[in-house]
T-cell receptor, first 113, second 112 residues
Framework: DSGVTQTPKHLITATGQRVTLRCSPR?????VYWYQQSLDQGLQFLIQ???????AKGNILERFSAQQFPDLHSELNLSSLELGDSALYFC????????????FGSGTQLSVL | DQQVKQNSPSLSVQEGRISILNCDYT??????FLWYKKYPAEGPTFLIS?????DKNEDGRFTVFLNKSAKHLSLHIVPSQPGDSAVYFC???????????FGQGTTLQVKP
């Protein structure tokens, strides 16, 4: 158990819809990262938050947004969903703002039908 | 542009033998490299890391080698065990940023 909690584990929705994925980092960790893993793809970095502030951005679509709340949990919002958004979405956390060692949650499997 | 590449999608080795997983990167500015292991239905777990100022780091059965001139790193597992069967991801980062770039992963199967 990494200590990172992601909910829900599975999500099935239709194209055009909007969903929210939630992540609670390990106790004491200030950074939260979001990654997307599609079929036959590696882990694609989406975005990082550190202590409530956006710190780094990857290949995150404009239809996607994220935030980190004062209690350090994070939410990833995916809107106007397309079939290609179907993927496994991972959240990870680390103690500081750099990424020497990330602890990953078990992921949210999103299926867009 | 895939900055971190694992060109072998899969690898099969016999129990007790050496497993060698390879990874290439393109950005010479990367200063920290990591290996993660992933079992089905679980998130990746940290395995071992190496700073760009080193060329080798060892932790038990796991050793990571870094060849900066070739922009290549490898993970050696000796001896390999059936429980090592998993997907292995290499990752590279610039510690001054928050970005950690992963390769596509290599599926290792260790046969008893």
């Amino acid at each position: 158990d990494s200590g990172v909690t992601q909910t829900p584990k599975h999500l099935i929705t239709a194209t055009g819809q909007r969903v929210t994925l939630r992540c609670s980092p390990r106790s004491g960790d200030l950074s939260v990262y979001w990654y997307q893993q599609s079929l036959d793809q590696g882990l694609q970095f989406l975005i990082q938050y550190y202590n409530g502030e956006e710190r780094a951005k990857g290949n995150i679509l404009e239809r996607f947004s994220a935030q980190q709340f004062p209690d350090l949990h994070s939410e990833l919002n995916l809107s106007s969903l397309e079939l290609g958004d179907s993927a496994l979405y991972f959240c990870a956390s680390s103690l500081g703002g750099t990424n020497e060692k990330l602890f990953f949650g078990s992921g949210t499997q999103l299926s867009v039908l | 542009d895939q900055q971190v590449k694992q060109n072998s999608p899969s690898l099969s080795v016999q129990e007790g033998r050496i497993s060698i997983l390879n990874c290439d990167y393109t950005n010479s500015m990367f200063d920290y490299f990591l290996w993660y292991k992933k079992y089905p239905a679980e998130g990746p777990t940290f395995l071992i890391s190496i700073s760009s100022i080193k060329d080798k780091n060892e932790d038990g059965r796991f050793t990571v080698f870094l060849n900066k001139s070739a922009k290549h790193l490898s993970l050696h597992i000796v001896p390999s065990q059936p429980g090592d069967s998993a997907v292995y991801f290499c990752a590279a980062s610039l510690l001054s940023t928050g970005k950690l770039i992963f390769g596509q992963g290599t599926t290792l199967q260790v046969k008893p």
